[in-house]
């Protein structure tokens, strides 16, 4: 190998290691709870989070799915936190099953910060049935106040419904009928000897 190839060789060896060696700045939007257990009639809030901006990033608008399992829970309300300003605009589309869009901008182009976590909404279920519910997301944006499209990284999130403690009734069941039972007996017994 010439001196030539082995320069060509090192740059591009140093190029692939700056390359692979920055970090994704990409925001990440997750479930808060990620994973959360909950009772059959439960009702419950999750919140829906943004995090990872960069230092001048700021969230000037959203429009997301939020997917859930409509045979675990029943989708109950969504309320939008007040990151976008006191001039924001919001809107709901719960029209599908199993999913709910969120939709949200700012007329404002000036934030007084850029936050590192910020909740963007809360959204409100209730537990149906016992199972695991999975909640994801689809079609995400997020933009910032120049409209201009962030990166995103998105997290899933879970719900764990148990079954009803029904053995536990059913065993509290069978001790009650035995000491009826063993009291009846002693009962009877008593009554025959005095007799």
Known sequence: MNNRDHKMITSAGLILILILSV??????IQIDPREKDVSVNEIFNLDIVISDLKEDENIGGFDFNFIYDQEIVDY???EFSDVLGSDAYYNLDESSLGKVNCFGFSFQYEFPQSLENVTLATIT???KDSGTGIFSFSDVI?????GDQLPVTLSEGKVNVPEPAT???FLSSFIVLCTVSINRKESFLRHNTLN
């Open 23 to 28: 970090r994704s700045f990409a925001a990440f």
């Open 76 to 78: 109950l309300s969504c």
């Open 142 to 146: 997020i933009s910032d106040a120049f």
């Open 125 to 127: 279920f209730k537990a």
């Open 167 to 169: 053995g536990l009734f």
